[in-house]
C-alpha cells in the first residue's frame, strides 16, 4: 500500500533562517506531487505541484522554493523566513490520473519567531 | 484564488443529530470532493463526486452535486463525536493539471 511521510512534524525557527520540510512517497511511482500551507483556522493555499522529476509549478509568488530531486521526494524550502511563513503545511500526492483525489500527510507545523 | 466556500463556517450539534455542510464554488469542474480533517492533522478524502453525477452515498455520508447552482452539500447522518472535524470541498479542473482547489471548511462540533 501507499503511504506518504512528512518530516519535521514541528518546527521553531527565527526570522531569516533556512527552511527544509522533506516529503516522500512510497509504494507507488510517478506521483503527481503537492504543497499545501494551511493558515490557522484557514483554508488550504496551494504552494506547488509537481508532475515529474525536475518539474515544479509555483501557484503562489513567495520566498519559499520547491524541488524533486527524485520520483517520490519532494521538498520545501527558503532561504530566509519571514514571519509570515508560519503556518501548516501539508504535502500530498495523487495517482497520475486526472481524478484529483489526493492523499495527505500529516503536516508540519512551522512556527517563526 | 479560493475556489470552494463552505457554509456555515462552524456547526455544533448533538450526537445522532445530521449534519449538513453547502459549498459553493464559481467556474465550471469536472468533480467535486470532500476531505475531512482533525484538529492538526492531515486531510482524509471522503467522497468524490463528478460533474454528471446529482448525488452520492458512502455509509452515514450523503453527497449532492447541482452544477446549474454551483453547489454542493454534504449530510452526515447520525452523527457521533468522533465526527468532529474540519470538513472541506475541493474542486478540480482538469484543464488546470487536475489541481485540487480548496474552500475555508466548516468545523463541525458533535456534542456527546
Known amino acids: 500500500s501507499q503511504t506518504i511521510h512528512q518530516w519535521p512534524a514541528t518546527l521553531v525557527q527565527p526570522v531569516g533562517s533556512p527552511l527544509s520540510l522533506e516529503c516522500t512517497v512510497e509504494?507507488?511511482?510517478?506521483?503527481?506531487l503537492y504543497w499545501y500551507r494551511q493558515a490557522a483556522g484557514r483554508g488550504l493555499q496551494l504552494l506547488f505541484y509537481?508532475?515529474?522529476?525536475?518539474?515544479i509549478s509555483s501557484e503562489v509568488p513567495q520566498n519559499l522554493s520547491a524541488s524533486r530531486p527524485q520520483d517520490r521526494q519532494f521538498i520545501l524550502s527558503s532561504k530566509k523566513l519571514l514571519l509570515s511563513d508560519s503556518g501548516f503545511y501539508l504535502c500530498?500526492?495523487?495517482?497520475?490520473?486526472?481524478?484529483?483525489?489526493?492523499?495527505f500527510g500529516e503536516g508540519s507545523r512551522l512556527t517563526v519567531l | 484564488s479560493q475556489q470552494g466556500e463552505e457554509d456555515p463556517q462552524a456547526l455544533s450539534i448533538q450526537e445522532g443529530e445530521n449534519a449538513t455542510m453547502n459549498c459553493s464554488y464559481k467556474t465550471s469542474i469536472n468533480n467535486l470532493q470532500w476531505y475531512r480533517q482533525n484538529s492538526g492533522r492531515g486531510l482524509v478524502h471522503l467522497i468524490l463526486?463528478?460533474?454528471?453525477?446529482r448525488e452520492k452515498h458512502s455509509g452515514r455520508l450523503r453527497v449532492t452535486l447541482d452544477t446549474s447552482k454551483k453547489s454542493s452539500s454534504l449530510l452526515i447522518t447520525a452523527s457521533r463525536a468522533a465526527d468532529t472535524a474540519s470538513y472541506f470541498c475541493?474542486?478540480?479542473?482538469?484543464?488546470?493539471?487536475?489541481?485540487?482547489?480548496f474552500g475555508q471548511g466548516t468545523e463541525l462540533s458533535v456534542k456527546p
Open positions: 500530498a500526492w495523487s495517482p497520475s490520473t486526472r481524478t484529483g483525489e489526493l492523499f
Open positions: 509537481s508532475v515529474g522529476i525536475g518539474q
Open positions: 475541493a474542486t478540480v479542473r482538469y484543464n488546470q493539471g487536475g489541481k485540487l482547489i
Open positions: 509504494g507507488t511511482s510517478n506521483p503527481n
Open positions: 463526486i463528478r460533474s454528471n453525477e
